[in-house]
C-alpha cells in the first residue's frame, strides 16, 4: 500500500525429529535446521523489518553442557545481521577446532546455535519501543530444564492490564505491561505449577528427584498449561513457544485471526505464518502445508510425537482480510487469486467512472505490492475492450473493410507504469512531523504516456492515512495533465483501528474518520460527535462482552459513496488540477473474493472479540479528548 504501516510479525518454528547425524549424512551438514532458519525467515522479511531473533535448543544434552542459545537483533538488516554473527561462531569454532568439523556430536556439544529444535522471529513494533528488550523470542529463565520457556509470537492482546492484574493475583510482580511479558509469565506460572505438581506425584512413586527429571518431560501435558494460560486471553494469535528440556507448540487464537501453517514428513516438523514460506524452503506441495485450525495447537513431544488438540473453543472464522488484501506474500496459490479476483471485481465501478472509454484510459498501479489486483483489474477491462470491438464489427458488419476490421482489432488496452518508487524511504518509522516532506520523494513520475485527454486509473492494496497519496501521488499525476485521475483500493474504507496486530490504533489518523468529520461539519451535524463520546464514555467501567461499538454511529448518516468523493477532495490540494475520483472495493466484494477471510472489523468495526469494541470506543475518546496515547 503507499500508505505503509508497521504491521504484523512473521513466526518459524522447526523441530528436527532425527539425530544430527542423520541430516550431517544426507544433506552434508549438521547446520540444516540452522540452514533452513535463516531461510524462513529470510521468506518473511515482509512481515518485520524493526527486528529479528533465533533461539535454538540441543535435545538430550548432559548436565553442564550450554543447551539454549538465543541472538536477537534491531539492525538495520537485522536477519542478516543475526545469521552473519551466527556464522562468525560456527566457523570460527571449526577453525580453531577442526576435530569438530566431521564429527557431530562434537558440534552439537560445543558449538552454539546447533540443535534439533528452532524459533525464529521477525517483527514490526506495534506497542513501545523499537529497543532490543522488544525484540522476540523472549527467554523465561530457570535451572530446571522443564521450566525454561522461550515465547515468540505474530500477536496483540486488547486486555493487557486485565491479564497484568491476573498475574499480581497470582502473586507475581511482572516487570512491565507489555503483553508479550504478560502472556509469557502467565504460561510460565502454569508450567511452574504442572512441573511442581508432577515432581509430586512422582517424589510419591518413589522416583529421586533425578529420575523424575526425564520423566516429568514425558508426562508434562502441555495441552493443558496452555488451557490455563489462554483462558483470558483476548486477542489475535499465533503465539510459539519452546520449553527447555524440547517440548514445543504453536498455538492460534479461536477465530482464526493471525495465520499460522504447518508441514510434517518423517524429517521436521515446521510451522510458519505464511504456507508459501514452507512451500519454498522445504520444495514440498501446496496440499501437503496445512492451516492450523482456530483455537487450536500444534505440538511436539521431545520424543517426536506430534498431535493437534483444541485448546480454546473455536469462534466464528473471523482470519484478517489483510493477509490476504496486502500483508503476505503474493506468491501463495490462493491469495494470488485472490488479489486478482479483488481487481477484476472493482471493474465495473471503474467502468461508470470512465464512461466505458477503454480506448482513452490509460491503467496502471501503484505501489508495486498492487500489481496483482492491478492484473485482474486489467483482464476485465481487457474483456470490456473484447466486447466493445464485437459491438464494432456486428454493428458494422454490413459495410466492413478490411481497413476498418484492422482499425478495430488495432485497439489495445492502455496499461503503463506510471510511478516509479524513486527512493527507499521508510516513511513509516519517521515521526509524523517529518513524514511529509519525505512522501513527497518518495514516487517519480514517467512522462509521455498519458494525453490530455485521456482517463488514468491507478489501483492501490488500500487507502489507509491517505498521506502519500495527497503529499505525493496524486500531484504528481497531476503533472501528466490527465482528463480525469481515478485512484482505485482493492480494499473497502478503513474506517475503524485494528488492535490484533496491525499499526492502525488512532482514529484520527485514518483518511475516512476524517472524511465523516467533515461531512458531518457540512450537514451541520457535527454535535453527533459529542453524543458518540458520551455514549462511549458511559461503557469505560463495563465488562468487555456488554460494550458496544458506538463509533459505527459517525458514518451512518452518510453513503459509501458520499464518503469517498469527500475522501478524494480531502486528498486533493488546491493546486491540483485534474478531476480526482476515488472508487474503493465494497465489503461484499471482499467477501467475494476472500470467502474465507472474513475479518473485516477495519471496515465493518464488527470486531471478532469482545475486547475490539473496548479498543474502538477508547480510541474515540482518545480522539475527542485530543489524548494521543494509545488504544491498547
Not at 427 to 442: G, K, M, N, Q
Request: hydrophobic letters at 35%; glycine letters at 6%; aromatic letters at 10%.
Amino acid at each position: 500500500m503507499s500508505d505503509a504501516l508497521k504491521h504484523e510479525c512473521g513466526i518459524a518454528q522447526i523441530r528436527l525429529l532425527k539425530p544430527l547425524e542423520f541430516y550431517k549424512e544426507k544433506y552434508g551438514s549438521a547446520f540444516y535446521g540452522v540452514n533452513k532458519m535463516y531461510l524462513m525467515m529470510e521468506k518473511q522479511h515482509n512481515r518485520g523489518q524493526d527486528g529479528a531473533g533465533f533461539a535454538s535448543i540441543k535435545l538430550n544434552t548432559a548436565p553442564g553442557d550450554r543447551y539454549i542459545s538465543r541472538l536477537r537483533s534491531n539492525a538495520s538488516q537485522p536477519i542478516q545481521d543475526i545469521f552473519a554473527q551466527i556464522n562468525e561462531r560456527i566457523n570460527t569454532e571449526l577453525i580453531e577446532h577442526p576435530e569438530y568439523i566431521d564429527d557431530v556430536s562434537l558440534q552439537k556439544k560445543n558449538i552454539p546455535y546447533i540443535g534439533e529444535l528452532y524459533l525464529g522471529h521477525v517483527r514490526y513494533g506495534t506497542f513501545g519501543k523499537n529497543s532490543i528488550e522488544s525484540v522476540h523470542p523472549f527467554l523465561r529463565q530457570n535451572n530446571w530444564m522443564h521450566r525454561n520457556l522461550i515465547v515468540a509470537g505474530n500477536f496483540n492482546m486488547t486486555n493487557v492490564s486485565k491479564l497484568f492484574d491476573k498475574l499480581v493475583e497470582l502473586g507475581q510482580h511482572p516487570k512491565e505491561r507489555a503483553d508479550t511479558v504478560t502472556v509469557m509469565e502467565k504460561i510460565g506460572h502454569f508450567l511452574d505449577d504442572e512441573v511442581r505438581k508432577l515432581y509430586k506425584k512422582l517424589k510419591k512413586e518413589g522416583y529421586t528427584k533425578v529420575e523424575a527429571s526425564p520423566l516429568i518431560a514425558d508426562r508434562l501435558n502441555v495441552a493443558k498449561i496452555l488451557r490455563k494460560s489462554a483462558k483470558d486471553w483476548d486477542g489475535g494469535y499465533a503465539m510459539a513457544g519452546l520449553l527447555g528440556h524440547g517440548d514445543s507448540f504453536v498455538l492460534r487464537d479461536p477465530s482464526g485471526i493471525r495465520p499460522a501453517y504447518y508441514y510434517k514428513d518423517d524429517e521436521v516438523v515446521v510451522v510458519a505464518s505464511e504456507r508459501p514460506v514452507i512451500q519454498t524452503v522445504f520444495n514440498v506441495n501446496f496440499e501437503d502445508v496445512k492451516e492450523l485450525e482456530p483455537g487450536h495447537a500444534i505440538i511436539t513431544k521431545l520424543n517426536g510425537e506430534v498431535s493437534i488438540k483444541q485448546i480454546l473453543e473455536p469462534l466464528e472464522r473471523k482470519a484478517c482480510s489483510f493477509e490476504r488484501i496486502y500483508f503476505s506474500r503474493g506468491s501463495d496459490a490462493e491469495i494470488y487469486k485472490e488479489r486478482k479476483m479483488l481487481g477484476r471485481l472493482l471493474m465495473p465501478e471503474v467502468l461508470k467512472s470512465i464512461d466505458h472509454d477503454t480506448i482513452n484510459t490509460v491503467f496502471s498501479f501503484i505501489p508495486n505490492t498492487a500489481e496483482t489486483s492491478f492484473y485482474g483489474m486489467v483482464e476485465a477491462a481487457q474483456d470490456e475492450l473484447n466486447k466493445q470491438k464485437n459491438e464494432a464489427i456486428l454493428s458494422e458488419k454490413e459495410n466492413l473493410t478490411d481497413e476498418r476490421l484492422k482499425e478495430i482489432l488495432a485497439h489495445r488496452l492502455r496499461t503503463e507504469k506510471v510511478a516509479i518508487k524513486d527512493v527507499k524511504l521508510r516513511t513509516f518509522i519517521t515521526e509524523d512531523s517529518s513524514r511529509d516532506d519525505l512522501v513527497a520523494h518518495v514516487y517519480d513520475v514517467t512522462y509521455g504516456v498519458v494525453k490530455p485527454e485521456d482517463n488514468l486509473v491507478i489501483i492501490d492494496d488500500s487507502i489507509v492515512r491517505g498521506t502519500t497519496l495527497k503529499k505525493s501521488i496524486i500531484k504528481m499525476m497531476d503533472r501528466l495533465n490527465p482528463k480525469q485521475l481515478v485512484v482505485v483500493s482493492s480494499a473497502p474504507q478503513i474506517r475503524y483501528p485494528d488492535c490484533y496486530g496491525i499499526d492502525m490504533a488512532r482514529l484520527e489518523g485514518l483518511v475516512a474518520f476524517r472524511a465523516a468529520l467533515e461531512l458531518l461539519k457540512d450537514a451541520g451535524n457535527y454535535d453527533l460527535i459529542e453524543e458518540v463520546y458520551k455514549k462511549c464514555k458511559l461503557q469505560e467501567h463495563l465488562e468487555d462482552k456488554d460494550v458496544k461499538n458506538f463509533v459505527k454511529e459517525v458514518y451512518a448518516p452518510f453513503t459509501d459513496q458520499q464518503i469517498s468523493d469527500k475522501i478524494a477532495e480531502l486528498l486533493s490540494e488546491p493546486e491540483v488540477k485534474t478531476k480526482v475520483k476515488i472508487i474503493y472495493q465494497t465489503v461484499e466484494n471482499l467477501h467475494k473474493a476472500c470467502p474465507d477471510h472474513l475479518g473485516d472489523w477495519y471496515f465493518t468495526g464488527n470486531y471478532p472479540t469482545f475486547g475490539g469494541n473496548r479498543v474502538v470506543n477508547r480510541a474515540f475518546i482518545n480522539f475527542y479528548e485530543g489524548n494521543e496515547g494509545r488504544a491498547y
